[in-house]
C-alpha cells in the first residue's frame, strides 16, 4: 500500500531564515506531486505541483520553491523566511492525471516568528 | 475568482441527526468532484468522490449527490456520528490535466 511521510512535524523557525521541508511517498512509482498550504482560518492553497523529476509548476509567485531531486520525493525550500509563511504544509500524491484523487500526508506546522 | 465555494463556513448537527454540507461550483468544465475530512493538524482524508456522469454516490454513511445544471453537490452523512466532527473540504477537477480545485471548507460540529 502507499504511504506518505512528511518531516519535520513541527518547525518553529526565525524571520530571515531558510526553510527545508520533505516528503516522501512509498508504494507507488511516478507519482504526481503536490505542496499545499493551508492558512489558519483558510483553505487550502495550492503552491506546487509535480509530474516528474525536475519538473514543477507554480500556482502562485512567493517567496518559496520547490524540488523533486528522486521520483518520490518532493522538497520545498525558502531562503528566507517571511512572517506570512506562517502555517500548515502538506504535501499530496496522486497517479494517472493531475485531476486524480489526491492523498495527503500529515501535515508540517510552520510558525516563523 | 473563487471556482468551489462553500458557503457555510460551519454546521453544527445533533448525533443522529443527517448532516447536509454543500458546496457550489462555477466552471462548467468540471466533471470530478471529491470530498475530504479534515482532522485538526493532520492532512485531509479523501471520503467520496462523484463523476458528472453521475448524480450520486453512496460508500456506507456518505452519500454525495451532484446537481448539474444547478452546478451544486452536496455530501449527506446519515446518522452523524461525534467522530465526524472535522472540516470538510469539496474539490473539483477540469481535466486529468489540470490539480483540484478545493473549496474553503466547512467546519462540522455533531453534538452528542
Known amino acids: 500500500s502507499q504511504t506518505i511521510h512528511q518531516w519535520p512535524a513541527t518547525l518553529v523557525q526565525p524571520v530571515g531564515s531558510p526553510l527545508s521541508l520533505e516528503c516522501t511517498v512509498e508504494?507507488?512509482?511516478?507519482?504526481?506531486l503536490y505542496w499545499y498550504r493551508q492558512a489558519a482560518g483558510r483553505g487550502l492553497q495550492l503552491l506546487f505541483y509535480?509530474?516528474?523529476?525536475?519538473?514543477i509548476s507554480s500556482e502562485v509567485p512567493q517567496n518559496l520553491s520547490a524540488s523533486r531531486p528522486q521520483d518520490r520525493q518532493f522538497i520545498l525550500s525558502s531562503k528566507k523566511l517571511l512572517l506570512s509563511d506562517s502555517g500548515f504544509y502538506l504535501c499530496?500524491?496522486?497517479?494517472?492525471?493531475?485531476?486524480?484523487?489526491?492523498?495527503f500526508g500529515p501535515g508540517t506546522r510552520l510558525l516563523v516568528l | 475568482d473563487q471556482q468551489v465555494k462553500q458557503n457555510s463556513p460551519s454546521l453544527s448537527v445533533q448525533e443522529g441527526r443527517i448532516s447536509i454540507l454543500n458546496c457550489d461550483y462555477t466552471?462548467?468544465?468540471?466533471?470530478?468532484f471529491l470530498w475530504y475530512k479534515k482532522y485538526p493538524a493532520e492532512g485531509p482524508t479523501f471520503l467520496i468522490s462523484?463523476?458528472?456522469?453521475?448524480d450520486k454516490n453512496e460508500d456506507g454513511r456518505f452519500t454525495v449527490f451532484l446537481n448539474k445544471s444547478a452546478k451544486h453537490l452536496s455530501l449527506h452523512i446519515v446518522p452523524s456520528q461525534p467522530g465526524d466532527s472535522a472540516v470538510y473540504f469539496c474539490?473539483?477537477?477540469?481535466?486529468?490535466?489540470?490539480?483540484?480545485?478545493f473549496g474553503k471548507g466547512t467546519r462540522l460540529s455533531v453534538i452528542a
Open positions: 499530496a500524491w496522486s497517479v494517472g492525471g493531475y485531476g486524480e484523487t489526491q492523498y
Open positions: 508504494g507507488t512509482s511516478n507519482p504526481n
Open positions: 509535480s509530474v516528474g523529476i525536475g519538473q
Open positions: 466552471n462548467s468544465m468540471f466533471d470530478y
Open positions: 462523484i463523476s458528472s456522469i453521475k
Open positions: 474539490a473539483a477537477s477540469a481535466s486529468v490535466n489540470t490539480p483540484l480545485v
